[in-house]
């Protein structure tokens, strides 16, 4: 277990597996780096894989501090720095495609070597002009109070119905596991960093992500569409499509080896 101070004082837990060139992988919204475990095995004989967790979640330090996409980006930063990474492969699951497109926005590219966004809107509000966030374009800033409003008054009867939503196919049995790591979140964390997702608007730093990019998404997403892919194919100018078959927006934990293999593929370009 290996430990990083920010800049401003908050330890980040980190894993380094394997040598060569760096792939980090970075997690999602109330997730931690064990969502990646089946990435770390597959590419650790002939990578750098780095997973970490973000500040509030996993085993970081969960401070009142820090809790937007601006330090998060600042965090991805300074680990790369602590670690001496150069030519990096860039992995964003969800909420860390948003930290992608927040970094890209600070530091440009100049470190990296590629990027694979996966199941992840740039813009997550809809609004009368954009139907591309969140729930098909079906989830407004009216939406968003409501959400707040539930995770302040209990944080596990928004995580439950959420993850009902994402992954509706699970059998109550099925969920209790994915219940119970939920339930080990800090509240005051998921509430802070939905509000963050949700004040962001990246269309404008698309253009800016020149390195090789894979677009990677969830035929059977139930939190974005497949037209939100293309219109991320269209906008981040040297990028491909890559859709999973069957999978929703869990797609890193319905089919680790295709990931693995697409993530092999952008980092031997």
Known sequence: MSMFKTSDGVNLYYDVAGEGKPI?????????????????????????????DLRGHGASDRPEKGLTMNRFAIDLEELMEHLNLEDVV???????????????????????????????????????EWKMGLYHGKFTVEDTFKVLTTMCNNWMDFGEDFTKKVVPYLTDEQLEPVFEALSTNTPHVM?????????????????????PTSIIYG???????????????????????????NCTHFLVVENPDKLSETVEELALK
């Open 191 to 211: 509430y802070s960093m939905w509000i963050a997702m949700s004040a962001n608007d990246y269309r404008d730093v698309l253009k800016d992500i020149t390195v």
């Open 90 to 128: 860039l992995v964003g699951w969800s909420m860390g495609s948003s930290i992608i497109f927040e970094y890209v926005r600070i530091y440009g590219v100049s470190r990296l070597s590629s990027v694979a966004i996966v199941d992840m809107t740039p813009k997550l509000i809809n609004d009368d």
């Open 219 to 245: 035929e059977k997403s139930t939190l974005y569409s497949e037209e939100t892919a293309k219109y991320l194919n269209k906008n981040i100018p040297n990028s491909k499509l890559v859709p999973f078959e």
């Open 24 to 52: 980090l992988f970075i997690h999602g919204w109330s997730a931690d780096h064990t969502s990646f475990d089946p990435q770390v095995k597959n590419l650790s004989s002939k990578f750098k894989v780095v997973t970490y």
